[in-house]
């Protein structure tokens, strides 16, 4: 079946590392995704990694995929205030197939 | 560039009504999606629209329809509302072309839709 899972909260210290888990059920994923959604707004994506990677950075981002586990992560370095938000999870099957989210990890960042 | 707009942001309807939500895409893109997200929880997949047709359907009833048009707009139908159709309607737009290999999707602001 289809499922995602997130933790459902974090808070961190302004200037902290967050790291933000995920678990999925579908091995066939292939693509798998991190949204951000601050209040009132859409989804922006921040970063996606092939099944095929154990890991990905990008500036402040590093995204690392346990296949075997089916655990992805990510790791926001130097955390801000104006990166709190929901993040998302999602995985899909293929680059225009439908996403399946997670519900969302809430990041609170105190100054 | 517009980005993907949405109309209208809100909305207040009453159980048993229609509504009608809207979306025009990225400029330069093909391909139409709908999610349905409910407070607190993450998007849940409704359908995708591609060359006019739907191509994709998640697990919603047939009060869900849906509707593409030659410039690549979409609607989101919604028959007999309940009162748990309340929620944020987002719609997103990717580029998938003959090839078959989306590009990025990009989501809009939303609809929020609140039954009464």
């Known amino acids: 079946g289809e499922d995602v899972e997130q933790s459902l909260f974090l808070s961190v210290r302004e200037g902290d590392s967050s790291v933000i888990n995920c678990t999925y059920t579908?091995?066939?994923?292939?693509?798998l995704y991190w949204y951000k959604q601050e209040p009132g707004a859409g989804l922006q994506l921040l970063t996606y990694i092939f099944s095929n990677m154990d890991m990905k950075q990008d500036q402040r981002l590093t995204v690392l995929l346990n296949k075997k586990d089916k655990h992805l992560s990510l790791r926001i370095a130097d955390t801000q205030t104006g990166d709190s938000a929901i993040y998302f999870c999602?995985?899909?099957?293929?680059?225009?197939?439908?996403?399946?989210f997670g519900s969302g990890t809430r990041l609170l960042v105190r100054p | 560039d517009a980005g993907v707009t949405q109309s209208p942001t809100h909305l207040i309807k009453t159980r048993g009504q229609q509504v009608t939500l809207r979306c025009s895409p990225k400029?330069?893109?093909?391909?139409v999606s709908w999610y349905q997200q409910a407070l607190g929880q993450g998007p849940q997949f409704i359908f995708q629209y591609y060359e006019e047709e739907e191509r994709q359907r998640g697990n919603f009833p047939d009060r869900f329809s849906g509707h593409q048009f030659p410039n690549y707009s979409s609607e989101l139908n919604v028959n007999a509302l309940l009162l748990g159709d309340s929620a944020l309607y987002l719609c997103a737009s990717s580029l998938v072309g003959p090839v078959r290999v989306s590009t990025e999707a990009f989501f809009g602001q939303g609809t929020r839709l609140t039954v009464v």
């Open positions: 999602a995985e899909s099957m293929d680059s225009s197939y439908k996403l399946i």
């Open positions: 400029s330069g893109h093909d391909t």
């Open positions: 579908d091995s066939s994923s292939t693509y």
